[in-house]
């Protein structure tokens, strides 16, 4: 039994890496690939119906995803661009949660308001995976991304605590407004404690205990999920809870991590939220016979007129929200006016646009009981998850296709940066080599004079420093600068690979051992990779 799982685990994770290895040849992000692949694996006949679990996705995948994604994220742009960020991921949640609770109330028959605020805290999260797999081949401005993935980071908590109220009122027959409130600041700061708290905790514990590489790893890996678990046990937000961690543990990581841990640790979250991204996308996309068969009640063309209508007010009403969060300061104070330069309004339309809902959606609506505690069927579960599922393929994959062909229409630029990033990358560089410079003449000048090797270090800055001035240089002329970077770049590549090519020679030739040429390689790896960025495709 064991045997054949293990099987179809790799047959499954090799077929998916092999759809996104077609769907890169195609130029389609794989979010949106898998997706339709899944939907038409999943019309083969004779294939099993595959339903996703929604604990599987809570608990298993969600921590990590969230943790990943916090970790990363600019504190700098975050704090700049919070207003927005915070009016997105609460103020945004619950309008649309409102909207589609009184519209789906109103068009579905039998649809109670309540059932509606669940089909709205369902549906109100975009997906942060799917956006920025599909933004990121595409130029479009830093603070774009900074509020996409600034809100992406806080309004699955949102929503999902507009979900467990509006199911709370349908299992209980009751809602209290005042309640509900107070109920929602304390999950919120309760699961902001737990985060800050264990963030701290597990900080101090890396610093002070010795560890190595492989440790900090896998403790890393360990702490979302402590996280989201110890939030969850006290009724608390375990997604805020996850969020404010791993933002005070990449804020502070500089003071336990090892330059070793960094690299390693990065290259390893790297695959794995890959990985899980891969296995959920695919999910979606198989969850279609499960959907079907759920719709008792309903036709299907009823099913996707309704899915069509609330999707459309969905999209609608985040489009008016953008664009009202943008001007309607400007209508009442001057002041803002005054410091903001003219807003551009094709920021709105792509913000808005690129808001498209995935797993946390399916999941949620998965996550609805079958049954009442009395023992009759839950009232409409089926239309609010197939509604789900059909709103989940008009913003991933409809919206998704069109986002970059709109995008190259629009033409938007980049206006938000005072200084280019190759030119704060000189300024930054040339600051620290002066600082070693600095350090290696004041405290080692014995040593300069008397080791050579300390002596080549020095002369190694001064060369260093010499180049960073040429760069300088460069920059004054953007098309000298481009001509002189790309020619410079290739002719380290080409030196780089002229010494591992020599390498692999002498590697044939065993003489040197092995972990000694694995070392060198390593290295090459690094200097080609200062050059051409560390990507992961």
């Not at 009442?332 to 690129?354: L, Q, T, Y």
Request: hydrophobic share 50%.
């Amino acid at each position: 039994m064991i045997h054949s799982y293990v099987i179809i685990s790799i047959a499954v994770l090799l077929s998916v890496m092999i759809l996104v290895m077609i769907g890169q040849k195609l130029k389609v992000a794989y979010p949106i690939f898998l997706v339709i692949a899944g939907l038409i694996i999943s019309l083969v006949p004779g294939m099993p119906h595959i339903e996703i679990e929604p604990d599987l996705v809570f608990l298993i995948f969600l921590p990590p995803i969230l943790f990943e994604a916090a970790w990363f994220t600019s504190w700098q742009d975050f704090h700049k661009w919070r207003k927005q960020i915070f009016s997105m991921a609460f103020g945004l949640v619950f309008l649309t949660s409102i909207v589609v609770a009184y519209l789906s109330s109103s068009i579905i028959p039998g649809l109670t308001l309540a059932m509606g605020f669940l089909l709205g805290g369902v549906n109100s999260p975009p997906d942060a995976v799917a956006a920025t797999s599909v933004l990121k081949h595409v130029k479009i401005p830093k603070k774009i991304t900074t509020i996409l993935e600034g809100e992406s980071l806080i309004n699955d908590a949102s929503s999902l605590i507009v979900f467990k109220f509006a199911l709370a009122a349908v299992i209980s027959g009751q809602f209290i407004f005042g309640e509900a409130v107070k109920d929602f600041f304390i999950m919120a700061i309760g699961g902001i404690g737990v985060g800050v708290g264990a963030g701290l905790l597990f900080g101090a514990l890396l610093r002070i205990i010795p560890s190595n590489s492989n440790i900090d790893t896998i403790i890393t890996l360990i702490v979302p999920y402590i996280m989201y678990i110890a939030a969850e046990h006290f009724h608390f937000s375990g997604v805020l809870a996850v969020v404010a961690g791993g933002l005070v543990m990449s804020y502070n990581s500089h003071c336990y991590l090892s330059h070793t841990s960094r690299i390693q640790s990065g290259n390893v979250w790297s695959v794995l939220i890959f990985l899980m991204n891969t296995i959920i996308f695919i999910l979606i996309g198989l969850e279609l016979p499960v959907v079907v068969a759920a719709m008792k009640d309903y036709t299907i063309s009823e099913g996707i007129i309704y899915s069509i209508v609330i999707g459309g007010a969905i999209i609608g009403t985040r489009i008016l929200y953008s664009y009202a969060l943008m001007y309607f300061p400007r209508l009442f104070s001057k002041e803002v006016c005054r410091k903001n330069p003219k807003p551009d309004w094709r920021e709105p339309f792509i913000i808005s646009f690129a808001a498209m809902r995935g797993v946390v959606s399916l999941a949620a609506a998965l996550s609805i009981p079958a049954f009442l505690p009395n023992g009759e069927a839950f009232p409409h579960r089926n239309i609010i998850l197939f509604v789900t599922f059909v709103i989940i393929l008009i913003t991933l994959v409809g919206q998704g296709l069109l986002l970059a062909p709109i995008l190259r229409l629009l033409k938007i630029k980049d206006a938000g940066s005072e200084l280019p990033e190759e030119k704060q990358e000189v300024i930054l560089m040339k600051q620290l080599k002066e600082t070693a410079l600095h350090k290696l003449e004041n405290d080692f000048s014995g040593l300069v004079q008397n080791n050579s090797l300390v002596q080549h270090q020095k002369h190694r800055l001064e060369n260093e420093m010499l180049m960073m001035a040429d760069k300088s240089q460069c920059l004054a002329s953007a098309g000298d600068y481009v001509t002189a970077m790309n020619e410079n770049k290739e002719v380290m590549r080409q030196l780089i690979q002229a010494q591992r090519n020599e390498l692999h020679r002498m590697k044939r030739e065993k003489i040197f051992d092995d972990h000694v040429m694995r070392t060198i390689e390593m290295q090459l790896d690094f200097d080609e990779a200062k050059i051409t960025g560390f990507s992961h495709g």
